[in-house]
């Protein structure tokens, strides 16, 4: 028989794993199942964090290649049509990156932190768009340096 207060469980169980877990799917990695009062395992909190962390960093890889490869696309085809080398660049930084700080401002912070956490968050990605954007003109001018009429 299992013990008052622990349905179901054989005893001498590894771990500490004395309580069945019935549950729908979960999919959450770092839960760890124990009866009350015993620890938890070795997943705790630090794990947690650190997948945080981990999705955060992988977050802002991701985000800045696809802005850089939305603003390369954009500023080719301005390329194009305008047949001026480096209009998206200027318009960038003219247009796009006072748009994005008015845009991420609080009125009920100083500017200084406005600034920093615009910073924090979007750095790499305005670099990436940044790049994206001069690297169109850099394209453009080659190609019409190689002889291709139609840029």
């Known amino acids: 028989m299992p013990p008052p207060g622990r349905p179901g469980g054989r005893e001498g169980r590894p771990g ?5 877990i019935r549950h729908s799917v979960n999919w959450n990695i770092t839960q760890t199942y124990a009866p009350p009062g015993e620890p938890a395992g ?3 909190i630090a794990d947690k964090a650190m997948t945080s962390v981990f999705i955060s960093i ?22 194009m049509l305008v047949k001026t080398t480096w209009l998206p660049a200027v318009l960038y930084v003219v247009l796009v990156i006072p748009l994005g700080i008015w845009y991420a ?15 924090l968050v979007w750095f790499f990605p305005l670099i990436g768009g940044a790049v994206g954007a001069a690297g169109s003109g850099w394209a453009i001018r080659e ?3 190689r002889g291709y009429r139609m840029f």
Request: glycine share 12%.
């Open 16 to 20: 500490g794993f004395d309580v069945p």
């Open 42 to 44: 070795r997943r705790g």
């Open 58 to 79: 992988l977050q802002e890889i991701v985000g800045t290649l696809l802005i850089f490869v939305l603003f390369f696309g954009i500023g080719f085809i301005l390329n």
């Open 105 to 119: 401002w609080k009125p009920d912070l100083s500017p200084g932190q406005n600034l920093s956490a615009f910073f």
């Open 143 to 145: 190609l019409r340096r």
